[in-house]
């Protein structure tokens, strides 16, 4: 996962921070969750998080006792952090190699682990429109190698999706392609 990044950043744990932040610039965590999700000494994270603070890429905000750690949207660094990010999780190839492919495609999900910045090896989808199952099979098997993870899809249609967002709920997911209308 980190190969692009270990290169330019020596600290494993601030590449992790990154991905986790930058991935889905959404995600808010705290010092200990971090620390357990990465495995890391909590001394570690809580010194990288200094550097990211410092450095205006992540904000901080109390809230209780936690103090919980976000990406910096306004940071001017900001876009180009996320496009690197995703090349680094493989999501740039599956949009690129897979959601554009798939012909009557409305939305597009990203769910679970990676939706949290987590990279587990498994990136699971859910797609809505009608798709052909044969196409989508093989295109993702050819983009798996590629980018070196498993991808999971969920199809479903737009009356299915509907009933589905209920079990979205309490998960982490965002949308990560739509189809644009025509003009």
């Known amino acids: 996962m980190n ?24 995600t808010k965590a705290y010092l200990r ?15 990288e998080l200094n550097q990211l603070t410092k450095t205006k890429l992540l904000t901080s905000e109390k809230d209780g006792r936690n103090v919980y750690y976000t990406a910096n949207n306004d940071h001017p660094l900001f876009p180009e952090l ?15 190699s897979i959601l554009t492919r798939l012909g009557d495609l409305e939305k597009a999900y990203l769910i679970d682990d990676y939706a949290e910045g987590k990279d587990t090896g498994i990136i699971d989808l859910v797609l809505v429109g009608n798709i052909d199952p044969y196409h989508l099979n093989d ?28 079990r979205l709920e309490n998960r982490p997911y965002f949308l990560v392609w739509e189809r644009q209308a025509e003009q």
């Open 3 to 26: 190969d692009l990044f270990a290169g330019l950043i020596t600290s494993k744990t601030r590449i992790s921070l990154l991905v986790r932040f930058f991935f889905n610039p959404g």
């Open 82 to 96: 996320r496009s690197m990010v995703s090349k680094v999780m493989g999501l740039d190839q599956v949009v690129e």
């Open 139 to 166: 295109l993702s098997r050819k983009t798996e190698r590629y980018i070196k993870r498993k991808i999971r899809s969920l199809v479903l249609t737009s009356e299915e999706f509907k009933a589905f967002i209920p």
């Open 33 to 47: 969750e971090l620390s357990k999700d990465l495995n890391v000494s909590s001394n570690a994270v809580r010194e």
